[in-house]
């Protein structure tokens, strides 16, 4: 029997839970979640976007990313509006408000990235990203 220490499940876990409780204390001041951060960030890229759009780029199912959605629009950062081309849309667009934590959004998780780096190391991190993707495309999520 593996040791749960050696067990690559285990690590993965405690893994994510460390550095997105760094993640959640690095963003708290500006009042968002590192899922929410992810949202805004495709809103920041791509623009409006539908929420099935959303829930595709960030994997997250339907009820997820309507949630997910819900609480942005609660605090102001994103609004729902029709689809011009398609009445049974709804279009997710980023308020003035969602637009202006861009820059402050990005450097502190640029920041954050930085240190990670700098604890890995450079070849070591894009090792470790390129493991993080082969891992995620390896176990899709199932669909509903």
């Known amino acids: 029997m ?3 220490e050696e067990c690559l499940i285990f690590l993965l876990a405690k893994a994510y839970q460390h550095v997105n409780s760094v993640a959640r204390t690095r963003l708290e001041s500006f009042g968002v979640t590192p899922t929410q951060y992810a949202l805004l960030h495709v809103l920041w890229e791509h623009g409006p976007q539908s929420g099935a759009a959303l829930g595709a780029r960030l994997r997250l ?16 950062l994103v609004e729902r509006s029709p689809d011009p081309t398609d009445r049974r849309v709804s279009l997710v667009a980023l308020t003035i408000r969602g637009a202006e934590l861009q820059a402050p959004l990005q450097e502190a998780i640029a920041a954050f990235n930085a240190e990670l780096d700098a604890i890995l190391g450079a070849a070591e991190s894009a090792r470790l990203r390129a493991l993080l993707r082969g891992l995620i495309s390896a176990y899709p999520l199932p669909t509903r």
């Not at 997910?68 to 609660?74: F, P, S, T, W, Y």
């Open 2 to 4: 593996i040791a749960l």
């Open 61 to 76: 199912d339907s009820a997820s990313i309507t949630g997910l959605i819900d609480r942005l629009a609660h605090l102001g």
